[in-house]
């Protein structure tokens, strides 16, 4: 009996412990950003240090995304093509198209 008591103790409390969530660590966070329209959307973004953000150009004409300050700068991207960057530091990072140069738009990274 005190056998019985044992397995069902140890049984029962190993099924406990699985009950307790995942505790695999989750990828690192990620935004978007579309290019269409001539124009980024959304064009404020606000994400945490560690973020990616993909930017993808649906339009037909060729733009870009480029960093005001120069820091990042995804040259010339064609309908379908995208492009990442992840955000390390905080701060506010306004960019362009340079093709286009009223496309702006600004990822504030806290």
């Given at each position: 009996m005190k056998r019985l008591?044992?397995?069902?103790?140890?049984?029962?409390?190993?099924?406990?412990?699985?009950?307790?969530?995942?505790?695999?660590p989750s990828g690192p966070a990620?935004?978007?950003?579309?290019?269409k329209n001539f124009a980024f959307s959304p064009t404020s973004l606000t994400v945490s240090t560690g973020t990616k953000v993909?930017?993808?150009q649906q339009d037909s004409t060729v733009h870009t995304v480029t960093a005001v300050d120069g820091s990042f700068d995804s040259g010339n991207l064609s309908q379908g093509q995208s492009f990442s960057r992840t955000f390390?530091?905080?701060?506010?990072?306004m960019y362009r198209c340079n093709i286009h140069q009223y496309m702006?738009?600004?990822?504030v990274v806290s």
């Open positions: 008591l044992f397995s069902a103790a140890v049984l029962g409390g190993a099924l406990l412990a699985g009950c307790g969530g995942s505790s695999a990620a935004a978007a950003v579309t290019i993909t930017w993808t390390s530091t905080a701060g506010t990072f702006t738009a600004t990822v």
